[in-house]
């Protein structure tokens, strides 16, 4: 049997053996593979997160714009309203990212952070026609190999839940542009309501940051019916909250969990290790995922 794990990596699954992938229990990984395999693709769902996650956290050296930093664009936000967000991103993502807070401690800090931000939003009255350009402006980039992802799950017809604490009409204007919002993909996240005019007068739905992706998992994913039945989960994230967002699958039976971990990665890499089954360090590629895809299908 040993050698067969062994077969099985070296041959089908040469990407795991890159140094840049990390794994607590190899053997865990491998038997979970081989089961979700054996199950077929009728029985998966892939969730994933997406800022960080299905976009890169860098590209050429600079960092890439996520769904809330899209905003940033003078056709929708005011030079002051650029400033205070910024102002908040310096203040709150240390915080957001600090190995030596618990969730517990982050969680209220969070809930500011979003409920600030979301505050200036609706004050600019930003126009839900202007969206489109600013994404188009914006720089943002999917992770090298985004294609062969979702057109894989599609042609599968593997429901591809995207589970965000992001802006969700940026977020689906990304997926969009980059041809990829196809019949199986499912978005949760802070999805923007307009008035008749089209201009932003709120958020819908609970606010969901990267702390409160469990309850986010319970009220919105667990209900729909795509994904109840399907208890085989491939699920990517880069933030230790990114876990929670299988709570809502009813009747788990192969949970496969892939960390990218794109920033401060010494402090990090102990409790990444120790909570994710695999872990990316500084890969802003998918593929890990569609070497996995390609095995488990
Ligand atoms: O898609 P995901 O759940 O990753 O989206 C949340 C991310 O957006 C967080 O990791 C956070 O750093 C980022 N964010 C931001 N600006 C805000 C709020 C969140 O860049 N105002
Ligand atoms: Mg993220």
Request: hydrophobic fraction near 45%.
């Amino acid at each position: 049997l040993a050698i067969w794990y062994q077969w099985t990596t070296r041959t089908e699954l040469p990407e795991l053996s890159k140094v840049s992938v990390l794994m607590r229990q190899r053997n865990k990984v491998e038997n979970t593979l081989r089961a979700m395999q054996h199950a077929g693709p009728g029985t998966l769902q892939v969730i994933s997160d997406f800022d960080m996650t299905l976009s890169r956290f860098a590209h050429h050296g600079k960092r890439v714009p996520t769904t809330h930093n899209i905003l940033d664009h003078r056709l929708l936000i005011d030079e002051d309203c650029a400033c205070n967000m910024r102002k908040l991103l310096k203040i709150y993502y240390p915080i957001e990212i600090d190995p030596s807070l618990t969730s517990e401690q982050k969680i209220p800090l969070m809930v500011e952070w979003w409920t600030k931000v979301h505050h200036l939003l609706i004050q600019q009255k930003i126009q839900r026609d202007m969206l489109a350009q600013a994404v188009q402006e914006s720089g943002v980039i999917l992770r090298e190999g985004y294609e062969v992802f979702f057109d894989r799950l599609a042609e599968l017809q593997v429901p591809l839940l995207i589970f965000s604490a992001g802006v969700g009409d940026i977020l689906e204007e990304v997926v969009r542009q980059s041809q990829v919002f196809h019949p199986n993909v499912h978005v949760i996240s802070n999805c923007m309501d307009f008035d008749a005019n089209g201009v932003l007068r709120g958020f819908k739905g609970p606010l969901i940051h990267t702390f409160n992706k469990r309850e986010g998992a319970l009220l919105l994913a667990a209900p729909l019916p795509e994904l109840r039945e399907r208890p085989n989960v491939l699920l990517l994230g880069d933030s230790l909250g990114d876990l929670a967002m299988a709570d809502g699958v009813a009747r788990p039976r192969n949970l496969l969990t892939v960390g990218f971990l794109n920033d401060q990665v010494e402090e990090r890499t102990e409790s990444y290790v120790e909570a994710f089954d695999i872990v990316l360090v500084k890969d802003e590629t998918m593929e890990v995922p569609n070497a996995v895809l390609k095995f488990i299908t």
